[in-house]
């Protein structure tokens, strides 16, 4: 029996995995199960499984969980403290799936005990990429890739030297606003941005896909987890999703992973590695899709990409600085108070701020200044938004 715990288990990431894992109770013992808002899922899935614990991040909603759970031997916690504390249970594979940079603390907490770090949350190596991969190797722990680009590179690499590689390329679907002119971007609706043509994901990465923050973080996330430079890291828009990622080595070869657009997959993967075993995921016809387009980025269309390649460049801080922005204003044009279009010269001004201020974000990367940096962002964050709000 392998021991498991969900970081996360209430989203799509989460219960993509509760899918699989349900499959073969047989083979699982679960440890732990976090959520936040979504009480009534978390316990339902804590009773079904026979988790030891189950934790919402919200310390507020405790007495509805342990009101869920009651009579079913599964414990209720809640709160910051308790999630990590949860994370920490000794595993032998933990799911990352925490949105945001509320995923750092637990995932770290999973990795210092050993287990086996199934890595969905991005935002954990695109604000502490360094302290992320340094934990791993303190405790001789694994991370395996579970973002569907990261996990094809990390299938084509396998049997490969990395020194042979020369470029990976990652796809980017051009999310719900492929192909809007761009008066039109500048009207975008939540419920529009919310909507992705190929993947069935969480609202905050689907908004991200739209304004394609969501492939400049995984730009960021690849060169923290591969070790590679920015200049090695390419990407192409492929409007199918069936090609995730194409590595290419130093004798010409493009290695490309194809697959159906299903989380399933790289979840499953990471779950089984180093074995491959069967998934229900479905056969790709390749004859029926016919053909496989490939086309550049327009960065005027996306600056968040030219935004990446500043962050990687700049590298320390400028991560968090950049992934706290992103949310705050991401938050901000959830709420109304921004526009899509405005959400990337939101992030650019936070960052052009902070990486000139005081509190310079090019020193050491230390748990602690991660948080003080992601904190002063946010609130460069709102002080921007209500100025953008002002002159609209
Ligand atoms: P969802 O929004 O669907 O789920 C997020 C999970 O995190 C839920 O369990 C949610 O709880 C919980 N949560 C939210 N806020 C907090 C918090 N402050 N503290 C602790 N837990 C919290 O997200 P996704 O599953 O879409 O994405 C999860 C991660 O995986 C993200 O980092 C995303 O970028 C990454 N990812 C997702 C993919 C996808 O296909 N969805 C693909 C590749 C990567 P609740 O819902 O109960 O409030």
New binding site residues.
Partial sequence: MRRVSI??????????TIDLIARAPECYDVVAL??????A??AADARALGAEIAV???EALLPELRAALDGSGVEAAAG?AA?IEAAARPADWVM?????A??LA?GLAALEQGATLAL????SLVTAGPLVMAAARRSGARILP???EHSAIFQALVGEEISAVTRVIITASGGAFRDWPLERLARATVAEASSHPN????????I?SASMF?KA?EMIEAREFFGLTPAQIEVLIHPQSLVHALVGFNDGALMAHVGPPD?RH?IGYALHWPERRALPVAALDLGAVGVLEFRAPDEARSPALRLARVVMEEGGLAGAIFNAAKERALDHFIVGRIGFLDMAPLVEAVLERMLAGPDAARGDLTLDRVAHMDHLARECADVVARDIKQQG
């Fill in positions: 970081l996360g288990a209430t989203g799509s990431v989460g219960q993509s976090t959520g936040g808002q979504n009480i899922r978390l919402t991040a919200d910051r999630l990352s799936a925490i949105v945001g509320a995923g637990p969905a949350n991005k935002e579970v973002d569907s993947w069935d994901m969480g609202q905050r990465i689907t991200d969501n973080l989380m790289a």
